[in-house]
């Protein structure tokens, strides 16, 4: 039984304005049982898994896939889930945290640039360069320990120029044969908040929480608007940001592995096709197995 999930209603489109209080953080789900969801999940991954392969022989295009969300939104979980059935040679994985002292050197671009996916790869990111457009932007004091000259930062201008450094990019990458694909996992104030308690009380889970996931939830509506500005100006044809309701874990996945198989299966692409020098090479070969006895 194939996912049959309309992946444009999730799509934020280009020249649309974005206010998160109005999309949905839960919808009614695609699967009718646990049992059901499992099967559907399955198929996708083994779809995800056979188009990764003809990805990596192909080798023209990259995949790099970007997940954003507020804490405990599920990015973690939606990626091990979705991308479980990927040959781990072919799939990368960053979780960019608090930058370093080294990071802070540079522009806010260079550390995940360091991460771009090489052609025939998927590449996932964790959180990505769009913390810079909306927890900097949330949290300013984070601004100060860039040490950005002060002739540039200008707030009336500052984020918007930050927006089109990242059109500029997710474009350049596109004309070389980089597909991006952007998730915000979006999650209500609600059932943060119960995931919160359950981190709490489940021991194992106690590493996952801290003070500063509860001060960031404080800001939670200087969040929602930084991010919804984030999205509305980021979007493209070509790098498409999409808002998936993320209250149900579960649909969350699902819907992933949709829009990733979708946009896998446009890429015009297939195994090589062997030349006429590598045909005699296999003659060859194929000859002397068959005497190597």
Known sequence: MKLDIKTGNFQVK???KVD?????TEIDPFYTSKSHYLE???ESRQEIGALQEVLYAHNHYAVLLIFQGMDSAGKGGAIKHVMSGVNPQGCQVFSFQQPSSEELDHDFLWRTNKRLPERGRIGIFDRSYYEEVAVVRVQPELLTRQRIPGEFIDPDRLWQERFNDIRNLEDYLHRNGTRIIKFFLHLS????RKRFLARIENSEKNWKIGCADVEARKLWDAYEVAYGECLAATTSS???WYIVPADDKRNTRLIVSSVLLETMKSLKMDYPAPTDAH???LARILE???NDK
């Open 20 to 24: 998160l209080s109005k999309w949905p």
């Open 279 to 281: 045909r005699e090479n």
């Open 288 to 290: 002397y197995l068959k």
């Open 40 to 42: 559907l999940l399955e």
């Open 238 to 240: 070509d790098a498409p």
């Open 189 to 192: 104030k609600e059932e943060q």
């Open 14 to 16: 280009t020249g649309s």
